[in-house]
């Protein structure tokens, strides 16, 4: 079992990346890491699921979001957080299910796909993928965070 905190710098803990450090293009170490029956309970849990909407073709699955708290420990790994930024946006899609009564071993790798400026704000852009090891594409993410100057 990998919680969040196991993996994910926090603010302050290391000097932050600012928007010129970030790099069009930069692929982003692998973090690989499990999601155990624990962390599934504790998410459902934690964010008021009902497990009943989760279950596929007879089979309980977590619910799909559940590696999404591990999205920023992708990406922090290589950018470091800075202050005061504000999550914009995700596009979301989830392509395989995350059963629930069995540990699933996951890979998280991403890139930055876009950096720009806009009204005061500086933007980045960055794609994170969630993979079994053997390839298996459970959740891709396209992220959008904006700092201010």
Do not use: C
């Not at 504790?42 to 979001?65: H, K, T, W």
């Not at 990406?75 to 979301?92: D, E, L, V």
């Amino acid at each position: 079992m990998t919680r969040p905190s196991d993996v994910k710098p926090r603010e302050g803990e290391l000097p932050a990346a600012l928007y010129n450090d970030w790099k069009v293009g930069q692929e982003f170490e692998a973090l690989p890491f499990t999601i155990s029956q624990d962390i599934v309970q504790e998410y459902i849990s934690v964010v008021s699921a009902d497990a009943g909407n989760y279950i596929v073709d007879g089979r309980q699955a977590a619910p799909p979001n559940v590696v999404l708290v591990y999205m920023m420990a992708v990406m922090y790994r290589k950018y470091p957080p800075q202050q005061g930024g504000i999550m914009i946006g995700n596009t979301i899609e989830f392509h395989h299910p995350i059963w629930a009564d069995e540990e699933t071993k996951v890979v998280g790798t991403g890139r930055v796909t876009d950096k720009y400026e806009r009204k005061g704000l500086k933007y980045i852009k960055y794609d994170v993928e969630f993979k079994t090891p053997d390839g298996v594409l459970l959740v891709a993410v396209n992220h959008t965070s904006a700092f201010p100057n």
